[in-house]
């Protein structure tokens, strides 16, 4: 058992490793915020209907999505609170902007 789950988070690490490090998360961290700020302005009960879908996932699967997208969900959490609107709109555009500034691929600060 012990080697099942050894491969299997040396197999995850280096997924998430190579995500990162080829820009792939970056892009699917702007889209993911993109589609966010789109239901924002456009379609709240998008962004409501997002996450309801996330609490109606079995509990397993609820930790699977908190922790690959943490910041977005983070963000979702944050907009369904009771706080005062500006203090959500803080909240969210933080989030988005340090995630997607987390994300950066290192090729973009090479210098020539």
Request: hydrophobic share 70%; charged share 5%.
């Amino acid at each position: 058992m012990e080697q099942v789950i050894n491969a299997t988070a040396t197999g995850l690490s280096n997924v998430a490793v190579f995500l990162a490090t080829s820009g792939i998360a970056f892009i699917i961290f702007v889209v993911l915020w993109a589609l966010f700020g789109w239901g924002l302005i456009w379609s709240q009960g998008s962004v409501d209907a997002a996450w309801h879908w996330i609490r109606a996932l079995p509990i397993v699967i609820q930790a699977v999505v908190w922790l690959l997208f943490l910041p977005v969900v983070v963000g979702l959490w944050a907009w369904e609170t009771t706080w005062p609107l500006v203090l959500r709109l803080i909240v969210v555009a933080g989030l988005a902007g340090w995630s997607v500034m987390l994300f950066l691929p290192r090729a973009l600060f090479a210098r020539p």
